[in-house]
């Protein structure tokens, strides 16, 4: 079972930005895509960003895009989120995921992620 483990959160003005990283465990990181979450309080947890195993291809809510960028470095066993343009909106935990599946990007949905991290606190203060 691989184990996912979030860095990088913190509390932040509007506007600022934050990086915010996950390591893998285990020696198949590169044959799969991974993905960022979100869960404000209150709230289900919504898709953030995905990457495909070889970094080639990647996808974003809505609500991000244009201000966050996934990347990842398949050498180290890490996936990254890049925030700008920080808004109040953007306050929740994020945790990255690992897909049940090998090798293919899958839709952004939770139900086809097994592998989460605990995740890491961002809060943006207006």
């Known amino acids: 079972q691989v184990q996912l483990v979030e860095s990088g959160g913190g509390l932040v003005q509007a506007g600022g930005s934050l990086r915010l990283s996950c390591a893998a465990s285990g020696r198949t990181f590169s044959r799969y895509a991974m993905a960022w979450f979100r869960q404000a309080r209150g709230k289900e947890r919504e898709f953030v960003a995905s990457i495909s195993w070889s970094g080639g291809s990647t996808e974003y809510a809505d609500s991000v895009k244009g201000r966050f960028t996934i990347s990842r470095d398949n050498a180290k066993d890490t996936v990254s989120l890049q925030m700008n343009s920080l808004k109040p909106a953007d306050t929740a935990n994020y945790c990255c995921?690992?897909?049940?599946?090998?090798?293919?990007?899958?839709?952004?949905?939770?139900?086809?992620?097994?592998?989460w991290g605990q995740g890491t606190q961002v809060t943006v203060s207006s």
């Open positions: 995921a690992r897909p049940r599946v090998q090798w293919r990007l899958p839709v952004p949905s939770t139900t086809e992620f097994d592998s």
